[in-house]
Structure formats: C-alpha cells, structure tokens
C-alpha cells in the first residue's frame, strides 16, 4: 500500500479535535454491558461522564444479519432464561427511541455517544440517531461492504486493528480513505496478557497510514493504557461495567467506576508531563540550581 501523505493532520469529532498534542479523548466502552436494560446504560453513561471520559459507545447489531449462521440456534443460559443465541442478541438490543434518549442523555453531560455497527443497516440506523462518528470492530475490519456504507456517511470514522493482519488493515484504510480516519491499535484477547499488548504498534501505525493512531485496551489495570498514552495514543477506549461481576461476556475485562476514574485521572496527568521535548530550565529549578550548582557554564 502506498501512502502519499507526509504529515499527520487531526481528526475533528463533534467539537473534539483528535491528535498531536490535543486532550486524549476517553470512550467509556458501554458495549452491550448494559444487558439491554436502560437503567444500567444510564447508569454507565453517568459514570463516564463522572470520570471525565469524552464520549460512551455501544454496539448495534441487526441480529438477523450479524449473527453468524453456525451460532443462531445454540442455546445460552441467560438471567432470563435459556435462550437462542439469536434470540439473546435481540434481547440486549435498544431500538431507536432508546438509543435516542441514550444520545440526548449523554449529550446532557457533555458526552458523545456513538456505537460500532455490525451491519449496513446499523449503519443506516446509528445515521437517524444523530451519531457525531462510526467504530469498526475489529471483527469487522474485512467486512467491506459494512466499510463502504461507513465510508459514505462521510462522519469521522474509528477503525479497530484487532485480529487482523496488516495487509486486511491496507484494505480497510483503502476502502475508508484516511481523510477523518482514527486507527486504534487493539488486541482481541479478552482479559488482554500484557505479552500480547504489542504497544509498539502505535508507532507502526502512525508511520504507515499517517493517521492519528490511538489505544483500544481489553486488559485488567491500567498500566498498559497508560504506556500507550506515553507512546502517543492520541484516543483512549476501556470497557466499563458496574461490576466485573455481573453477567456477561465482555464484564470481567471492563473497568469498574473507581477505575475508569483512575484511568483519566492518570491520562490528564500524563497530558500534562509529556512536554514539547525542548531542553529548558524551568522555575522549578532555579532554587536548586543556584543551591547546588558549584561550576557555571
């Protein structure tokens, strides 16, 4: 793949600008940890917005579509019972007044929320509710035709790389365009081991696709989201949940509220230490300078 463009130029979404040097924007990754109640997805949009996070995502499926053929009829256990695995993917999902209320709540608090559609008519769908931007899962990184509807909106568009290698990455980013492209380094191991984190990843993509480049975790702690920061992440996304236990698939590797908190408070002081690279003295120093230092230059 050939890349033509020099210089890594921001990507605005809603009133955000995302890149070099700007605030990190942190998604609280609501994902279907909600269980398809409102309640709870309030409650986590509340607490992302109390954490200080910049936006909340879901994921919207069109079951139907989305669900794969092999998987539709195996039953799961569930709170409600046991169900279908498609029968499943329709209960945790909210329909369009739902997830209008949802984006007018969030909106209320500052938040953006936007989802990860799995489907063209997800696509269509998240456009009628108002969404400022569109994720690729990973999962949908060769999905080509999900990538040319997503392309078409024209809104700003965040692109997961988990599971995938870097000649399917080449065909997405040819088939999105890099013009309001956000790529998100990710590995899709859930709970992520620190050996498979690949941080350095950032910097390959930076350099590859002359994009801004940030950081989608799914480990437990927040060291390794901390380094990606370090590493130039210009974007932040974490699972959240109420509590690692409750049931679910994705609610064991989310951060609980305490954590989320945590993880932005690190993230703001890190925007603060990271500096311009230029040598200087500061205040801070001339007291011990004029202290400690016997020999002037």
């Given amino acids: 793949m050939t890349i033509t463009t020099t210089e890594t130029a921001p990507v605005t979404i809603g009133e955000q600008v995302l890149g070099t040097g700007q605030q990190v924007y942190v998604i609280g990754e609501i994902g279907i940890n909600h269980n398809g109640d409102m309640e709870i997805a309030k409650q986590l949009i509340d607490v992302s917005a109390k954490a200080g996070a910049n936006a909340v995502k879901f994921q919207k499926r069109t079951p139907d579509i989305s669900t794969p053929m092999d998987m539709r009829d195996k039953i799961r256990s569930t709170p409600w019972g046991d169900m279908t695995y498609l029968d499943y993917r329709y209960r945790v999902e909210f329909d369009a007044a739902q997830y209008k209320e949802l984006i007018r709540y969030a909106a209320a608090q500052g938040l953006h929320a936007f989802a990860s559609p799995w489907d063209v008519p997800s696509v269509e769908f998240m456009e009628e509710q108002g969404a400022v931007t569109h994720k690729v899962a990973s999962a949908s990184v060769t999905d080509i035709e999900l990538l040319k509807a997503l392309a078409e909106t024209g809104k700003p568009i965040i692109l997961s790389t988990g599971m995938s290698t870097i000649e399917q990455i080449d065909k997405a980013v040819e ?22 984190a690949n941080l350095r990843m950032i910097t390959t993509l930076q350099e590859r696709y002359q994009v801004p480049v940030g950081y989608s975790g799914h480990e437990r702690g927040l060291q390794i989201s901390l380094a990606a920061v370090a590493l130039g992440a210009v974007t932040v996304e974490r699972h959240i949940t109420l509590d690692r236990t409750m049931w679910g698939s994705d609610q064991a590797s989310s951060l609980e509220p305490k954590g989320f908190e945590a993880l932005i408070r690190d993230i703001r002081i890190l925007e603060q230490a990271m500096g311009d690279g230029v040598k200087k003295v500061f205040p801070g120093e001339l007291a011990p300078l004029s202290r400690l230092r016997r020999v002037d230059a």
Avoid: R
């Avoid at 088939?175 to 620190?194: C, F, I, Q, R």
């Fill in 175 to 196: 088939t999105l365009g890099t013009d309001k492209l956000v790529m998100m380094h990710a590995t899709s191991t859930y709970p992520l081991p620190p050996e498979e």
